[in-house]
């Protein structure tokens, strides 16, 4: 059937997916995003490669999946966004995962950051606030296959203790105030990789748990949306 015989939204549609070759378009992501900003593990940039991360973005932006920018994923009481492939890219090299890690993702949005996670063979928590979009987030998982991945929906600054300890955490936003329920949640030895700050300021870091202190390191320059659940509250004024 010729594309221009289907009407309405079925055309622009089918229009995109012949438009837009989104293998092509994930080693480009790949090649020319995160390995020349410093990601050199292989399993991750594999697991990038693999991972359809169009298939995580909102219906209809499908071709805007592989940009270097961040991307409205979810739009209700509280605006979710998936970050930049190089800025996750890098945070989540950072959290050195291996097989069978327990990791719990925060802000997971529709779920691509699990994926990726899940492709690299660990146990995944995902957490998000609206349930909504933690629904939407179980769709998109099962659709690429990654059903092992445990959706919730709860405070994202409260974490999941159901699932704790765990040995990485992944929050997919930036920060303003340290989160101190999500280090309780660690293991021993345990990482958490975040965005800390806002506009030029924000930095992403580190933080590694050693028994009850939480050593604290700034990896690299990096800008996220800011999560309502960890801004810093504003002060009274007398």
């Known amino acids: 059937m010729h594309p221009g015989s289907i009407p309405g939204e079925a055309s622009n549609f089918y229009l995109r997916q012949f438009m837009v070759d989104f293998t092509q378009a994930r080693r480009m992501m ?3 995003q995160l390995r020349t900003f410093d990601v050199n593990d292989i399993p991750l940039l594999d697991a990038m490669d693999d991972v359809p991360r169009e298939r995580f973005v909102l219906p209809g932006r499908e071709e805007l999946a592989y940009i270097d920018q961040d991307l409205l994923v979810g739009d209700g009481a509280e605006q979710r966004f998936m ?19 327990k990791v719990l993702d925060v802000a997971c949005g529709r ?11 660990a146990s995944v928590t995902a957490l998000e606030s609206d349930p909504a979009l933690a629904d939407t987030a179980k769709q998109c998982l099962s659709a ?52 800390k700050g806002r506009g030029r300021a924000a930095r992403a870091t580190i933080y590694v748990r050693s028994g009850e202190t939480f050593g604290e390191r700034t990896l690299f320059d990096a ?10 509250k504003p002060g009274f004024t007398f």
């Open 144 to 195: 690429v296959g990654a059903e092992g991945v445990i959706v919730e929906a709860g405070p994202l600054d409260q974490g999941w203790a159901g699932w704790a300890p765990y040995d990485a955490i992944l929050v997919n936003g930036a920060l303003e105030v340290r989160p101190d329920h999500l280090l309780q949640q660690l293991a021993e030895g345990g990482r958490l990789v975040c965005v």
């Open 223 to 232: 800008a996220a949306p800011l999560l309502p659940a960890f801004q810093l």
């Open 30 to 32: 790949v090649d020319c």
């Open 83 to 101: 970050m930049t492939p190089m800025v996750l890219a890098r945070l989540i090299q950072a959290l050195d995962v291996e097989a069978g890690d």
């Open 111 to 121: 779920g691509y950051s699990s994926a990726v996670l899940a492709r690299l063979g």
